[in-house]
């Protein structure tokens, strides 16, 4: 009889706990059960649409850092070439920082936080 399972009948729960429902919760998405809170956070966005600039810009001005993933976009070079030009645009704008982590992420920053791009000297 595994811990959870001890837990729940003290608690009285009648049910064995589904973790997979758990975790899927609403109630419970926006609270990182395993960390205290933080100042500021990582997130991770994956680019579907145009509507996720406006997401991408709000988490910015939260003093968020985003790990954006192009692949959703990556079949329209065209559409996704102009929204990273646009969100180029945005970061300079609030003196953020974007960077190219591979061919399907981008790192973007928010205000006075920097990304150094310089790569390390070969050694021999």
Known sequence: MSILHKLSKAFGFSRDM???EYMDTVELENVDV???PADFYVKPV??????DIKII?????QRN???LNMSPMARNA????LIVADLKEYVNRINGDIARIDNDKI?????KIKIVKSKKPPTA
């Open 18 to 20: 589904d973790i997979e």
């Open 78 to 81: 065209a559409k996704l070439k």
């Open 34 to 36: 395993l960390h205290e």
């Open 46 to 51: 994956a680019l579907e649409s145009e509507a």
């Open 65 to 67: 850092i985003i790990l």
């Open 107 to 111: 790192l973007l920053t928010p205000g």
């Open 57 to 61: 810009e709000d988490e910015l001005k």
